[in-house]
Structures are given as C-alpha cells and as structure tokens.
T-cell receptor
C-alpha cells in the first residue's frame, strides 16, 4: 500500500533561515508527488508537483527515488511561509491521492 | 470560475444520527474526492467518484458512503455517527481524466465541520 510519511508535525525557523520539510513515501510503482499548502483561513491548495520541476514561492522539491523522499526546501524562509504543508502521492494515471499527516511550519521574525 | 462549494459549513449531530454532506465541484470537473481532516491524522482519503462511479476507496467503515450525480455534484453520508467522526470533511474536485490530460491538481472546498456530541 502506498504511504506518505511526514516525520515532523511542527517545524519552527527564523526568518531568513533555510527550511526543509521532510516527506518520505513507500510505493513500489511510479508515483506522482505533490506538496499542498494551507495558509491560515484559506483552502488547501497545490504548491508544486514533482513532474513540473518548478520553483513556486521560492520552494523546490526533488524526487529522490533511491531514498523514496520528496523533501520541500526553501533557502530563505519568510514569515508568510507560515502554514500547514502536506505531502501527497498518487499512482500514475490514477486519482487516488494520499496525503501525509502534515507539518506545521512557523517562521518567526 | 466558481470554486468547490461544500454545504453545510458547520453542523452538530448526536451519536447514532446520520448526516449528509454536499459538494459541488468546479464546472467541468468530473472527479470528486472526499477526505476527513483531523488534527492528529491529517487528511484521510475516504473515496473518489468519477462519472457517477466510485473509482477509489479508502479504509473507512461501511458507515461512510457517497454518491455522485450526473452533474458531477457529490454527496457523502455517514450513518450511526460516533464521537470519533467529529472532523472537517473536505471535498476536492479535479478533471479526473488520468495523468495525460489531468495535472493531478485537486481543488479543495472550505469543508464541512461536523461535531458529534
């Protein structure tokens, strides 16, 4: 069964510091990995997809199939990055999307 | 384009009752997924409907059921409510055509917050 693990429930960094939110998955096929974000009083929304290989709001994530990880990184955290972050996985060509438990990121001034 | 709409936004029920939640997807989206969100468990997948058929199902008991109508609107029902069913129930829509045509992005509603007393 596919499983997504986010080992940190809470993560706190200072503004300007690098941040890395960890995500590991267990799946034997070809997964699609995503990061979703939920800002305070807003809907859950897509942040980025591994297949796009893009940087969104300064965040990047690289799929490491050897380590089965998809960590989210940003070199210089901003206060507006404070939010709940969810890593998600789905089978290729399937709409069964599974989420990790989430990491609450707090960026302190 | 209107977003995903969920009703009701808040509701309070007592144990043993049943509840029906509604979700209207983004126009043109044919896939609707339901999730249960709790502080300790994060987002737990309930089921996904596509073209009125349940295509995927999570590990929830049979008390949790759903359906999708021809206009892609979806409902989920929880019977014989238990205290542990208190949660935010999120609905998400997407194109659902598969990876080639579908980016995989889920568009979420604001949720229906269910409290079971």
């Amino acid at each position: 069964a596919q499983r997504v693990t986010q080992p940190e429930k809470l993560l706190s960094v200072f503004k300007g510091a690098p941040v890395e939110l960890k995500c590991n998955y267990s799946y034997s096929g070809s997964p699609e990995l995503f990061w979703y974000v939920q800002y305070s009083r807003q809907r859950l929304q897509l942040l980025l997809r591994h297949i796009s290989r893009e940087s969104i709001k300064g965040f990047t994530a690289d799929l490491n199939k050897g380590e089965t990880s998809f960590h989210l990184k940003k070199p210089f955290a901003q206060e507006e990055d404070s939010a709940m972050y969810y890593c998600a996985l789905r089978w290729w060509n399937n709409n069964d999307m599974r989420f990790g438990a989430g990491t609450r990121l707090t960026v302190k001034p | 384009k209107a977003g995903v709409t969920q009703t009701p936004r808040y509701l309070i029920k007592t144990r043993g009752q049943q509840v029906t939640l509604s979700c209207s997807p983004i126009s043109g989206h044919r896939s609707v997924s339901w999730y249960q969100q709790t502080p300790g468990q994060g987002l737990q997948f309930l089921f996904e409907y596509f073209s009125e058929t349940q295509r995927n199902k999570g590990n929830f008991p049979g008390r949790f059921s759903g359906r999708q109508f021809s206009n892609s609107r979806s409902e989920m029902n929880v019977s014989t409510l238990e205290l542990g069913d208190s949660a935010l129930y999120l609905c998400a829509s997407s194109g659902g055509q598969g990876a080639i045509m579908d980016t995989g992005e889920l568009f979420f509603g604001e949720g229906s917050r269910l409290t079971v007393l």
